[in-house]
């Protein structure tokens, strides 16, 4: 079975920092693109970043450009996602999610595939 499991979640001050882990299993995360997700309650979800073409392009979400790294150890078979200068509008369910394949991915509000595989999710949330 194809599995993504998340850790990293947690409780953060604004201002504060948290990464986030997304350990992948059946398939090679250079296979494909991986992106991370994030819904809040009452919010619709987010993409909020994407690594794919090995690794070699990211692409982010204007909410979040500037302030998250996605990035891929290619190696460990894991996908990043560090968070700095958090917000307290950034509390939500992060989702791990991976669509596989060539050009599955063309950058946040472009041509998409959609997902093959989520993980579980895990809570991040920011205090003020």
């Known amino acids: 079975l194809v599995r993504l499991v998340e850790s990293g979640g947690g409780s953060v001050q604004a201002g504060g920092s948290l990464k986030l882990s997304c350990a992948a299993s059946g398939l090679a995360v250079s296979s494909g693109c991986v992106a991370w997700f994030r819904q809040a309650p009452g919010k619709e979800r987010e993409e909020v970043a994407q690594?794919?073409?090995?690794?070699?392009?990211?692409d982010y979400a204007d909410s979040v450009r500037g302030r998250f790294t996605i990035s891929q150890d290619n190696a460990k078979n894991t996908v990043y996602l560090q968070m700095n200068s958090l917000k307290p509008e950034d509390t939500a369910m992060y989702y791990c999610?991976?669509?596989?394949?060539?050009?599955?991915?063309?950058?946040?509000?472009?041509?998409?595939?959609?997902?093959?595989?989520w993980g579980q999710g895990t809570q991040v949330t920011v205090s003020s």
């Open positions: 690594v794919y073409r090995g690794g070699g392009s990211t």
């Open positions: 999610a991976a669509r596989w394949g060539f050009r599955t991915c063309s950058g946040i509000g472009g041509r998409n595939l959609p997902v093959d595989n």
